[in-house]
């Protein structure tokens, strides 16, 4: 297994571009969340999932959207970057719909600037 | 709002000495996570605790429901346990949600 993968690990964009962080999981896991990681903070959930056609928001929510087509991907689209959005994303997967009530298996994290 | 509370923030120690990381929150919860953050980024959990104790190795964690309070003790530390030990719960009630994190815990093993 594969585990938790994010694509790209680091990221350059400009104000105003957008883009999308992929995250795949290969483990049939039903819940599946974003963070993001800022210096001095601790991570903040910004969207979540318990299972495919179904999403919602978390603490920080503004600026991203996401989707969940199948149970193996979880997309995160920032759909006009900002500078306030450099941050160190990572994605979450855990098994069940109480997926928090199990071990949680994060990816890689992927480092994003925006200038 | 849950709030989570770590202490301490930083804590350098010699190789061998028995660490004790301990976390706060201010809200009942139906779960807390310990997670360990490599220099590298990387993130992985280490215990899933709702009530008690749990051990793998030489990693203890224990959890007071009744005191809001969950301790992570490392025994014979060695210099690879050297990294961000970060709490992490799920607060009791609502829907599925996500966890509330603590800014973590930067430990250092010197040897």
């Known amino acids: 297994n594969a585990g938790v993968t994010q694509t790209p690990k680091f990221q350059v964009l400009k104000t105003g571009q957008s883009m999308t962080l992929q995250c795949a999981q290969d483990m049939n896991h039903e819940y599946m969340s974003w963070y993001r990681q800022d210096p001095g903070m601790g991570l903040r959930l910004i969207h979540y999932s318990v299972g495919a056609g179904i999403t919602d928001q978390g603490e920080v929510p503004n600026g991203y959207n996401v989707s969940r087509s199948t149970t193996e991907d979880f997309p995160l689209r920032l759909l006009s970057a900002a500078p306030s959005q450099t941050s160190v994303y990572f994605c979450a997967s855990g098994e069940g719909l109480a997926g928090l009530y199990n071990e949680q298996f994060f990816g890689p994290g992927t480092r994003l600037t925006v200038l | 709002k849950n709030e989570v509370e770590q202490s301490p923030q930083n804590l350098t120690a010699q190789e061998g000495e028995f660490i004790t990381i301990n976390c706060s929150y201010s809200?009942?919860?139906?779960?807390l996570h310990w997670l360990q953050q490599h220099p590298g980024g990387g993130i992985v959990s280490l215990f899933m605790l709702s009530s008690g104790k749990k051990k793998h190795g030489r990693l203890i964690a224990t959890i007071n429901i009744q005191e809001k309070h969950s301790s992570l003790h490392i025994t014979a530390s060695h210099p690879r346990d050297s990294a961000v030990y970060i709490c992490?719960?799920?607060?009791?009630?609502?829907?599925?949600?996500?966890?509330?994190f603590g800014k973590g815990t930067h430990l250092i093993i010197q040897p």
């Open positions: 992490a719960v799920r607060t009791s009630g609502g829907g599925a949600d996500g966890l509330t």
């Open positions: 809200v009942g919860i139906s779960a």
